[in-house]
C-alpha cells in the first residue's frame, strides 16, 4: 500500500506532515528490499541453504528450496504446484530444524497414515502423532501433530493457546466455504495462532473465483481485505447470486506480485480428454418426473428459504436420477476397457450408481474406495487394485484428493458421473499423472448424456474453468484440449472382433 500511494502522490502531490512522508517512504523502501531479496531466489545464481532433517541420501529439489526460502522470508505461502513438483516436501522442509515447531499439519482424513508412512517416517528424522477425534488429550511429545479436517473442530482451544508454532494445510481447497462451515472456523483459529502458514493445492479454486478470498482468509487475511472490500475491487455478481471475479487474470497476477502465491506449472503427459455420449434409461427418469415437478414449482413460486430448500433437493435428484439412468451404458463401457487389459479408475458420486457398477462388473471384482469406507478400507481398497486383485476401483469424485500410488498401475480415468467442480477432474487425473507413471498419455473419458443434469452441469463447468484457470495461471496462454480418439477407436474394433 505504501508502494501504491508513493506513486499516487508522485502524480497527484498531497501536502503531508513530514513524519507521514518518512512513514510512507520507509514502506516503500522496506517492500521494494522484501521484493528484491525475494527475486533473488529465483535467480539462476542463487544458491539454497543447506536443510539439515532429512535422512542421507535425501534432500530438497532446487524447486523445492526456493518455495521453502520464500516461505521462510514472507512467514505465509499458498503453494499451487501442480501434481509431481513435491508440495509435501515442501511442507517438510520449511518445518524441519526450524523455530516453527511443534507444527499441525491438517489433512483430508484418507491422507494422515500417508503423510506419516510414505513421507515423514521414510525420509526425516521428524516425529509424528496423528490426532485420533475431537475430544483433545494430552498430547505425546512430537514434531508434527497430524490432524483430519473432520476433528480439527475439536482442538480449537488447543490451538488458540499458541501451541502449534506452525501449521500446514494440505488441499486447502477444503476450506473454500469459510466460516460458513466448522472445519473453516477451526482453520481460521489454526491460522490465526501459528507464526508460520502453508497452504498446499495445485486446485485452490474449485467453482467461483471468490473462492480465493476464503482461502486467503487461512494464509494471509489482510491481503486481500474484508469480504465487502474484496468483492468492491474484484466480484461482479453472477447467476444465482454468486460472485464472480470480474478479471481473474488481473487478481492471478496481483496474488503472485504479493508473492503470498507461488506456482510452477509441471509440463507433465498429456491428458487426452474424450466425451462419449452413452444411453440415457428414460424409463428411469420417468420414475421421478413428478417428484421433480413438486420441487420445479417450490423453485418458482416458494418463498426464500423454501425455494433455496426445493432448488437443493431438485440439483440432489436431476443428478442422481441421472447417474442412474446411464450408470449401466456406463459400466458396459468400462467393462469394454477392462476387457482389453486396462486398470480403470471410475468416478462417481451416488451410492446407487456404485450399486449398480458393482452389479454389472462383479465378475471383475470391482472395490470401493469412496465416502464411506474408512481409512483402514481405503488403504485395502488402494493395495487391491494397484496389486491387481480389483477392477474398477470406484472412486467417489471428492474422496481421492492426494492419493500416490494409483499411477503406477492405472493410466486411464472414467468420469461416470458429472461434477459441478471442474477442479474435481483435475485432482482425479493427479492421481494418475505424477512421477512414476510409466505412459506417456493419460486417457481421461467422460461418458455424458444428452438428457437429464448433464447438459447443464458441462455449461456451468465452463464458467468455473475459466475463473480458476485465470487466477491460478494468469500467463497461460488459451488452454488447448486434447482429444484424440483414434486409441478409442481401435479399441472399440478389438472388442467387436472378439
Known amino acids: 500500500m505504501s508502494t501504491d500511494l508513493a506513486w499516487f502522490v508522485e502524480r497527484y502531490p498531497l501536502s503531508m506532515s513530514e513524519e507521514d512522508r ?59 504446484d501442480s501434481v509431481g513438483f513435491g508440495k509435501t516436501f515442501v511442507a517438510l522442509g520449511g518445518l524441519m530444524g526450524s523455530p516453527y515447531l511443534p507444527a499441525a499439519v491438517v489433512v483430508q482424513p484418507h491422507l494422515a497414515t500417508q503423510w506419516v508412512n510414505e513421507f515423514v517416517s521414510p525420509y526425516t528424522y521428524m516425529s509424528a502423532h496423528i490426532i485420533e477425534g475431537r475430544k483433545p488429550y494430552d498430547l505425546p511429545s512430537a514434531n508434527l501433530y497430524i490432524f483430519k479436517y473432520s476433528n480439527i473442530s475439536g482442538w480449537v482451544d488447543v490451538a488458540a493457546e499458541s501451541y502449534f508454532k506452525g501449521v500446514v494445510f494440505d488441499e486447502v481447497q477444503e476450506g473454500r466455504t469459510g466460516m460458513a462451515s466448522d472445519k473453516g472456523s477451526a482453520m481460521r483459529v489454526f491460522a490465526n495462532h501459528a507464526q508460520l502458514r502453508l497452504a498446499l493445492s495445485a486446485t485452490p479454486i474449485f467453482n467461483y473465483g471468490s473462492e480465493i478470498w476464503n482461502i486467503m482468509q487461512y494464509v494471509d487475511p489482510s491481503l486481500l481485505g474484508d469480504w465487502d472490500e474484496f468483492v468492491r475491487e474484484w466480484c461482479r455478481m453472477g ?151 480389483a477392477n474398477p476401483l470406484i472412486m467417489s469424485l471428492r474422496s481421492g484428493a492426494g492419493l500416490d500410488g494409483l499411477q503406477k498401475v492405472c493410466s486411464t480415468v472414467v468420469i461416470g458421473e458429472l ?80
Request: hydrophobic letters at 40%.
Open 22 to 80: 518518512a512513514a510512507l517512504l520507509a514502506g516503500k523502501q522496506a517492500f521494494e528490499e522484501h521484493r528484491n531479496q525475494t527475486e533473488e531466489i529465483f535467480l539462476p545464481s542463487w544458491q539454497p541453504d543447506v536443510v539439515h532433517g532429512f535422512k542421507p541420501g535425501y534432500g530438497l529439489y532446487r524447486s523445492q528450496a526456493q518455495a521453502v526460502k520464500l516461505l521462510h522470508q514472507r512467514k505465509n505461502l499458498l503453494l499451487g
Open 419 to 498: 461434477d459441478w467442480s471442474p477442479m474435481i477432474y483435475e485432482q482425479l487425473f493427479g492421481r494418475v499423472d505424477r512421477p512414476g507413471q510409466p505412459e506417456e498419455e493419460i486417457t481421461a473419458i467422460f461418458c455424458v448424456a444428452n438428457d437429464g443434469s448433464d447438459p447443464t452441469v458441462t455449461s456451468v463447468n465452463s464458467v468455473k474453468r475459466d475463473q480458476a484457470r485465470g487466477i491460478t495461471d494468469p500467463d497461460a496462454a488459451v488452454e488447448i484440449i486434447h482429444s484424440d480418439e483414434t486409441h478409442i477407436q481401435q479399441l472399440a474394433k478389438r472388442y467387436l472382433g472378439r
Open 239 to 389: 447467476p444465482g447470486g454468486k460472485w464472480l471475479v470480474s478479471d481473474p487474470q488481473a487478481l492471478g497476477s496481483y496474488l503472485r506480485e504479493s508473492q503470498v502465491f507461488l506456482r510452477r506449472v509441471r509440463q507433465g503427459r498429456k491428458v487426452n480428454r474424450l466425451v462419449i455420449e452413452v444411453d440415457f434409461d428414460e424409463d428411469i427418469a420417468r420414475t421421478a418426473e413428478d417428484r421433480a415437478k413438486s420441487l420445479a414449482m417450490r423453485v418458482v413460486t416458494g418463498s426464500f428459504g423454501e425455494s433455496g430448500q426445493a432448488a437443493r433437493e431438485l440439483d440432489a435428484l436431476a443428478r442422481r436420477i441421472t447417474g442412474v439412468a446411464k450408470a449401466r451404458s456406463v459400466a458396459a463401457y468400462v467393462r469394454m476397457l477392462i476387457a482389453d487389459g486396462r486398470k480403470v479408475i471410475l468416478a462417481g458420486w451416488h451410492r446407487d450408481c456404485y450399486d449398480i457398477w458393482l452389479d454389472e462388473m462383479k465378475d471383475f471384482n470391482p472395490i470401493l474406495y469412496t465416502g464411506s469406507e474408512n481409512a483402514k478400507q481405503k488403504d485395502k481398497a488402494k493395495n487391491a487394485f494397484i496389486n491387481g486383485d
